[in-house]
């Protein structure tokens, strides 16, 4: 297999969030999309912050939540309710992981 093989662009993928807290809480299941591929840098950035500064992996999870547009979802003043966050997070994570 030749490298040039593997090499794709990214598509947008959707993540949903249906745990029975999720939907207990807010009525119905909540839907966000990332890139099933991210650049290198983003990638080991947040994998190297999510061992010691939440703060920093929060930032680079934000950048990466899309609407089904493939736009941001969140702007430098937006912020998610801490339940969603925690799953957004475990889900992107999980996500990348593949």
């Keep these: 297999m030749n490298l040039k093989d593997l090499a794709a662009k990214p598509k947008l993928v959707k ?3 249906d745990s ?3 939907v207990s809480k807010y009525g119905e299941a909540i839907d966000f999309y990332i890139m099933d591929r991210q650049p ?3 990638f080991v950035k947040l994998a190297t912050t999510m061992q ?3 703060a920093a992996a929060i930032a680079v999870i934000n950048t990466l939540l899309l609407d089904e547009a493939g736009l941001p979802v969140l702007d430098a003043d937006m912020i998610l309710p801490a339940d969603v966050m925690a799953q957004v997070m475990t889900r992107v ?3 990348l992981g593949k």
């Design 20 to 22: 029975e807290d999720i």
């Design 40 to 42: 290198v840098e983003k």
């Design 15 to 17: 993540i949903t969030l």
């Design 52 to 54: 010691d500064d939440y």
């Design 93 to 95: 994570v999980e996500q």
